[in-house]
């Protein structure tokens, strides 16, 4: 039972740097999201996608770029990590809207940005 | 884009008493759906209730339970019979409707259990 699998667990870069963060789902859901958690702040929501081929901003877009080119894979860049990027990301995904099929998440990604 | 304030940032409980968390929101719709997430140290989201805002029935999980007053946008989360597997910070979430997909998170209530 993978659920949502998100690669890598940890990362340190320096500030320029790129990098991509991928999220997988074994459980043939529609929609995928990805949110960042900092302290004090709860899960903001950064982009998301409802299905192949399709993603759309969520409340934090900026600096951040998203691809869904498989149905099972979510992938979150950073063109040009900058310090404010520094947070836990997660990973979400879920078979339909409502309440009837929750958002199931990933075990999260520590970035820093040094 | 919808407020979810936890005014609590920190409770502490005995084992085996009962903790209560408090959530409000902010929204001009009608029709939504609200939940309670709990993040341990593992740093795992785990889905602990939810609520359907047409339904006047408080949602109940086991030992955990919500006070669902729609007037006063109020959502708190009731944890009876304290276990040290509840250590873990407890988000409320918030869904506009059915055909959004989007969830809204409160800043998040760290709850320790005492032993």
């Known amino acids: 039972n993978a659920g949502v699998t998100q690669t890598p667990k940890f990362r340190v870069l320096k500030t320029g740097q790129s990098m991509t963060l991928l999220c997988a789902q074994d459980m043939n859901h529609e929609y995928m999201y990805w949110y960042r958690q900092d302290p004090g702040m709860g899960l903001r929501l950064i982009h998301y996608?409802?299905?192949?081929?399709?993603?759309a901003k969520g409340e934090v877009p900026d600096g951040y770029n998203v691809s869904r080119l498989k149905k099972q894979n979510f992938l979150l860049g950073l063109e040009s990590a900058a310090p404010s990027q520094t947070s836990v990301y997660f990973c979400a995904s879920s078979a339909r809207t409502g309440s009837n099929q929750p958002q199931h998440f990933g075990d999260g990604t520590r970035l820093s940005i040094l | 884009a919808q407020t979810v304030t936890q005014s609590q940032p920190e409770m502490s409980v005995q084992e085996a008493e009962t903790v209560t968390l408090s959530c409000t929101y902010d929204?001009?719709?009608?029709?939504?759906?609200l939940f309670w997430y709990k993040q341990p140290p593992s740093r795992q989201m785990i889905l602990v209730i939810r609520q359907e805002a047409y339904k006047q029935q408080n949602a109940t999980e086991n030992r955990f339970s919500v006070n669902f007053q729609k007037a006063a946008k109020s959502f708190s989360l009731k944890i009876s019979d304290s276990q040290l597997g509840d250590t873990a910070m407890y988000f409320c979430a918030f869904m506009m409707s059915p055909n959004d997909y989007k969830l809204s998170f409160g800043a998040g209530t760290t709850v320790t259990v005492r032993a």
């Open positions: 929204t001009s719709e009608n029709n939504y759906y």
């Open positions: 996608s409802v299905g192949e081929g399709t993603t």
